[in-house]
């Protein structure tokens, strides 16, 4: 059986909660991290912005993708830049589509 070290695939650690992101953070087999507006909530998280920043002040070290949390489709590009702003290692997700069904391809 192969170890983890020799896949060809990149393992991101997906979740909203502080404590698990930090722990998985540090684990080598850990190639970055990503969370988005429905596990922040769904984990109680009232400031996506202040919760953001706040893990960004530990995760320097690997990528993390963070996904923009407006449904307005002309403010999503606003969002994300000022999102990707955040942090030289932080990427921007789009969704495909809002929460509203809309397409997202005109961006």
């Known amino acids: 059986m192969k170890s983890l070290a020799d896949l060809k695939v ?6 909203a909660d502080k404590a698990g992101i930090l722990e998985l953070y ?3 087999y ?3 991290l990503t969370t988005n507006p429905s596990l922040m909530k769904k984990a109680g998280i009232k400031d996506y912005e202040a919760f953001a920043k ?3 002040q530990t995760v320097t070290a690997k990528p993390i993708s963070l996904e923009v949390f ?10 994300a830049l000022m999102i990707n702003s955040w942090g030289a290692n932080v990427y921007t997700k789009i969704p495909i589509t809002n929460s509203k069904g809309e397409s997202c391809l005109p961006l």
Do not use: E, F, N, W
């Not at 990149?10 to 979740?15: E, F, P, R, S, V």
């Open 10 to 15: 990149q393992l991101y650690a997906d979740g």
């Open 26 to 28: 540090a684990k080598p």
């Open 30 to 32: 850990i190639k970055g």
């Open 70 to 79: 407006t449904d307005d489709i002309v403010d999503m590009k606003r969002q």
């Open 54 to 56: 706040d893990i960004l």
